[in-house]
């Protein structure tokens, strides 16, 4: 048995290097998220500074220390590049997959329930994603994710109670330090719903919850208090004000702002279990009308706080409710196990991993048939007949094992399913970077050390443009809306504004849209010489000098 736990071991760690490590150098760092923390955490660490992050060489208070803590720390170990920057976000799904099955041993005391609430995580396609990319929300999530799994074993083994809970508030605490008070939030409220689901609301009172209280006061007030007592308002009014109360009444995006938003995200951001979690969410609903478990009440309330909180709330992202991932994939896995372990389900588990991979030839079609779409983005049609190629090759075998009953291999294959869009990314990635990242435009503008000056660039490309040439920046945004939250950049909203830098510097650099390409061609073309260098993606790479008078 032991060493059948470490063999499931080995595959999770191999399975989570494929998918969180492997390639991450292959893109640079993407706009306009990507660049934010790694712009903060390189400027951190330029100044030598650990405590106020900066970007553009000013204090910005959008995100909590924590993760630029992180990214510094391996800019100054390794180096700064794009593995280096998206190692923690990677290192942290794995963890979170470990931390599944963790808690689904715990919970479902079925070691295979475990495995494949993993194994979901771990081949889930957003969660994957996340686990590639440089945002707070993977670390978030396996902070409170720590915390749910150690409370969980706290609660149901005695002598586990104390380093159980006092663990939850560890993590409570990294959270809160990670993404700011739904770090508390989050987990508090699913404790209190599920020990109210168990009528056990009264373990509350446990002398190692207050002293986990302690250790969380002890944690993270003593960053907040210093950021408030150097920075004051400012700090406070971006932070709190702008950052959490006006994102829950105001929506960034608006066109995310719609009641199905979330739902949607987490159907398809399951892919390829989306099926099993829709038949894993019917399986729940039916079971709460009888005998339910522990963890099935975990799983519920922890799906119900973070859905709610995060619905509730006009500014939606989907990373929003990567928190949610964890509960869904362990949800699944115990549906898995259930239908697996009971022989009159095994027609059910059957028909879906038949309608899974029937779904996986038909998204094999796709590009061919949209081939055309995408000529515009990537130099050649092999990646294109390859990937179509592989997903209805998968999609035989797995059908293939289904129609002969072979029914956990069949989950392995399907668990597979992403490995072909893996492999395309890397095959097409030479073709995107000029659509995703500024570092192949920025290699016509001149590094900082070449002289100080002012790049004209578009919102998007600021934060780009910036870290990797270490310029002044001037966006470029007539007539458009302003960010979120305040950036300490010029911002040229009227054709005087963007008159006067040009007559003020010698020899102007832009990385601009085409709009903006455009208009100065026509409004500034009489009196300043105007060169393409480069057009590369979306963005229009020119130099500006003015014509001698």
């Known amino acids: 048995m032991q060493a059948y736990f470490y063999k499931r071991i080995f595959i999770l760690f191999i399975i989570c290097y494929a998918a969180f490590l492997y390639g991450n150098n292959l893109v640079s760092l993407t706009d306009p998220d990507e660049v934010f923390y790694s712009l903060t955490a390189k400027e951190m660490a330029a100044k030598n500074e650990w405590l106020t992050p900066f970007i553009f060489d000013h204090p910005q208070f959008e995100k909590p220390v924590l993760t630029f803590w992180l990214i510094e720390i391996a800019f100054k170990a390794w180096g700064e590049n794009p593995f280096t920057a998206r190692f923690f976000p990677a290192l942290f799904g794995t963890l979170g997959v470990m931390a599944v099955y963790a808690i689904g041993l715990i919970g479902f005391k079925d070691e295979r329930k475990a495995f494949f609430s993993a194994l979901v995580l771990a081949t889930s396609a957003f969660f994957v994603g996340m686990g590639k990319t440089v945002f707070t929300d993977m670390i ?15 609660f149901t083994d005695r002598r586990w109670r104390g380093a159980g809970f006092i663990g939850f508030y560890l993590f409570s605490a990294l959270a809160t330090l990670t993404k700011g008070p739904l770090g508390w939030l989050l987990p508090q409220l699913i404790v209190i719903l599920f020990l109210l689901y168990q009528r056990q609301i009264n373990l509350l009172r446990n002398r190692w919850v207050a002293g986990g209280f302690l250790l969380f006061l002890a944690l993270t007030l003593p960053w907040y208090s210093y950021m408030i007592g150097h920075y004051g308002q400012a700090f406070i009014q971006e932070f709190f004000t702008n950052d959490h109360w006006r994102r829950l009444l105001t929506a960034e995006h608006k066109g995310n702002d719609h009641w199905f938003f979330y739902p949607a995200t987490m159907l398809a951001g399951f892919f390829p279990w989306s099926l099993f979690l829709a038949a894993a969410m019917v399986d729940m609903y039916r079971r709460l009308k009888n005998t339910v478990t522990s963890m099935d009440h975990l799983l519920l309330s922890w799906i119900l706080v973070v859905f709610v909180v995060f619905q509730i709330a006009h500014s939606k992202l989907a990373s929003y409710i990567l928190p949610l991932f964890p509960a869904l994939a362990l949800m699944t896995g115990n549906y898995l196990g259930n239908c697996l372990s009971e022989g009159y389900q095994r027609k059910k588990i059957q028909n879906l991993i038949r309608a899974c991979f029937i779904m996986l030839a038909f998204i094999g079609i796709v590009p061919v048939s949209a081939q055309h779409l995408l000529r515009h983005y990537i130099s050649s049609q092999s990646p294109v007949y390859f990937l179509s190629g ?25 668990a597979m399913s992403l490995c072909p869009i893996f492999l395309t990314a890397f095959m097409i990635h030479s073709d995107l970077e000029g659509y995703v990242s500024s570092y192949e435009a920025c290699e016509y503008v001149p590094q900082r050390s070449s002289g100080g000056m002012t790049v004209l660039t578009s919102k998007a490309n600021a934060r780009g443009i910036r870290y990797y040439t270490g310029q002044d920046v001037a966006v470029v945004d007539f007539g458009g809306k302003p960010f979120f939250s305040p950036h ?5 909203d009227s054709k005087d504004k963007m ?7 010698p020899v102007t650099f832009g990385v601009v849209r085409k709009s903006v390409y455009q208009s100065l061609l026509k409004d500034f073309s009489n009196h300043f010489r105007i060169i393409l260098l480069k057009n590369i993606g979306y963005d229009y790479v020119v130099r500006i000098n003015k014509i001698n008078t």
């Open 140 to 154: 978030f999530t396996v902070f409170i994710l720590y915390a749910l799994t150690l409370f969980m074993l706290g």
């Open 390 to 414: 592989s997903l209805i090759a998968v999609a035989g075998i797995g059908m293939t094992l289904s129609l002969k009953e072979h029914i956990e291999p069949a989950l392995y294959v399907l």
């Open 488 to 492: 300490p950049i010029v911002t040229l």
């Open 499 to 505: 008159a006067a830098l040009l007559e003020h510097q």
